[in-house]
């Protein structure tokens, strides 16, 4: 298939932000797209090169695209920044520019789907000297052959900022359009923008099937292969791979015990709620992958964590999941997250830091046994393989420590002894459910003490004044809304220290944000979403100067979330349910 009916849709796509408008223009694209280009151009539609699971990166940045651009386009690096400044958009930019060209030119080469994409991985394996330069001949090249408009979108994908509004509940509702819509008798009405769904059953039956098989294969890719190819039967038959990561199961937040009890039943696990990073450990033979909760690939990072799993897990083939908590070497005691969360970037000094700051992984779930999926069993099944294969070896690898029963005053107890031990709190279990993939429900629910600080996502940044003049020190924060969409909430400058060895720092976050930037007006500049901080605050106000309708009282920055990606960040549900909580206080 041409790129040049890809850049179509795109087009579309950016002329409407109805949700079901694109739905329906995504859905009738989907259906013409032969089956060997669907794979590759989800993966494009998405703005992506590579699924989210993959940690490799083209490692392009603005900067270097001004200078790819400068070459496709024959115009100097000066011109195309101001261009820039003035539109905030080097897509945009490449358009004009290359579309000047091409009228005196009259050149260009058509370019497919498959070439784009092959061209765009082949920038994440140029490394070594000299890499920057060939990246840029590899874009320029691109670009040179590219029309006006695939020039835009290309420039766009590179960079990760695709602007054309389309969420994964979109993706997933037009595979589900495409694929089954004529047997689900799908109709939809563009002048009212209303959809007739005739068995509305049946439909929620086949889109159960598309999300499950999703949160399975983290990738609509496969997904949308599989539904035009095998239907059905074949979203329900597909199975996780151990080395490709799946969504974790998420935890909503309840007040007390007795609320834990009335969602988990009695009775119920409880267990002691860590303060450390989630870990999602795939052992298939020797091979070792480690996790995050946004699916990043941090093996090389935690090599004790390797060490432990092949010694004290007593199954070849095995998906855990798992809270990693830093400790005291000379007293023993849990150390808050933030002691470890920089090992999660870091390339050199690995061996060192895991012997200053080592790691205790504490097991909590199984969602894979000997290479089959188990996510459909009950907990305590799936509690119950764990305790026949981790041997239990204190600050190396043990089953979180927990109680079973229904007993209230039991659970106050345990409650007390984990707080006392420097845990956040408790996570309640129902013992009958299964494991969700990328969900928050009832049959897994967490109680702690304190009001829940925030995990927010960096929109914009000022720079400061006086000896703070050099570095962005200011920073307007945003949750997410149901649909993707970004709600600023405050602003926060406190929190951060002057000196780089004094802990997290200003001129740190102005090395991460400057890459980011996408648009600057005097001293304040706009990023694009990709920091996530956690947030403290004394209270949540209403408010109408920000999008949520919300402001946070007395906001600091605690730390870098680097576990964590946008669309992991507290949402606006969870911004009115604390709000509604302090009312109730």
């Given at each position: ?86 539109t905030g958009d080097l897509g945009t930019v ?69 602007r054309i509004g389309v969420g994964e509940g ?222 239990n070896t204190p600050k190396k690898i043990i ?187």
């Amino acid at each position: 298939m041409h790129y040049s009916r890809l850049v179509e849709i795109y087009e579309k796509l950016d002329a409407t932000t109805k949700r079901l408008v694109q739905t329906d223009i995504l859905s009738k694209f989907l259906k013409e797209v032969d089956a060997e280009d669907l794979g590759t151009t989800i993966l494009l539609l998405e703005g992506r090169i590579f699924p989210r699971w993959d940690e490799r990166e083209v490692g392009i940045a603005a900067k270097t695209m001004l200078k790819a651009i400068s070459v496709a386009s024959g115009e100097p690096i000066s011109k195309i920044n101001s261009e820039w400044k003035k539109t905030g958009d080097l897509g945009t930019v490449s358009y004009n520019l290359i579309k000047k060209k091409k009228q005196s030119t009259l050149g260009s080469h058509d370019l497919t789907v498959k070439k784009v994409l092959k061209n765009l991985m082949e920038l994440a394996a140029i490394g070594g000297i000299g890499s920057v330069d060939k990246k840029i001949s590899l874009v320029a090249e691109l670009l040179t052959s590219a029309k006006p408009d695939e020039a835009k979108y290309l420039v766009r994908t590179i960079l990760n900022d695709m602007r054309i509004g389309v969420g994964e509940g979109t993706i997933r509702d037009a595979i589900i359009w495409a694929f089954f819509g004529d047997k689900l008798k799908v109709k939809y009405f563009k002048e009212e923008h209303k959809v007739l769904i005739e068995d509305r059953e049946r439909y929620n039956e086949y889109a159960d099937a598309v999300q499950e098989a999703y949160n399975i294969a983290n990738d609509f890719a496969p997904v949308a292969e599989t539904a035009k190819k095998h239907g059905l039967r074949g979203l329900e038959e597909m199975e996780m791979q151990i080395g490709v990561p799946l969504k974790v199961m998420l935890a909503l937040k309840v007040d007390g015990i007795d609320e834990g009890f009335e969602r988990c039943g009695k009775p119920a696990e409880f267990e002691f709620k860590y303060d450390g990073m989630r870990m999602q450990i795939h052992k298939n033979d020797n091979d070792i992958r480690i996790f995050t909760r946004r699916l990043e690939n941090i093996t090389a990072q935690f090599p004790e964590v390797v060490e432990s799993v092949e010694k004290y897990v007593k199954e070849s083939k095995v998906v855990l999941d798992s809270e990693a908590v830093g400790y005291n070497k000379k007293t023993g005691k849990y150390l808050p997250f933030q002691s470890i969360s920089q090992r999660i970037k870091r390339k050199y000094g690995i061996e060192k830091m895991s012997e200053e700051m080592p790691v205790e992984v504490n097991v909590f779930d199984i969602i894979n046994f000997r290479g089959k999926s188990i996510i459909g069993r009950p907990f305590e099944e799936r509690k119950d393989i764990l305790r026949k294969i981790i041997k239990n070896t204190p600050k190396k690898i043990i089953l979180a420590k927990s109680i079973t029963t229904s007993d209230k005053n039991e659970v106050e107890k345990f409650y007390r002894e984990a707080i006392s031990s420097g845990n956040e709190g408790l996570m309640i279990k129902k013992l009958d459910a299964p494991y969700k993939p990328g969900a928050r429900v009832g049959f897994m629910v967490k109680l702690k003490p304190t009001k829940e600080n925030l995990d927010l996502v960096i929109v914009k940044a000022e720079w400061g004044e006086g000896k703070r003049s050099k570095w962005l020190s200011s920073y307007t924060l945003a949750c997410i809304d149901n649909k993707g969409n970004f709600l600023e909430v405050g602003k926060a400058s406190t929190g951060l220290k002057e000196k780089r060895e004094e802990g997290l720092s200003f001129a740190e976050m102005t090395d991460l944000i400057k890459p980011l930037i996408a648009r600057e007006e005097g001293k304040e500049v706009t990023i694009k979403p990709k920091i996530v901080i956690e947030v403290g605050y004394e209270e949540i106000q209403k408010s109408p100067t920000y999008s949520s309708g919300y402001a946070l009282r007395f906001p600091r920055v605690i730390g870098l979330r680097e576990d964590r990606g946008p669309e992991d960040i507290s949402t606006l549900k969870m911004m009115e349910s604390f709000y509604n909580g302090q009312k109730k206080k």
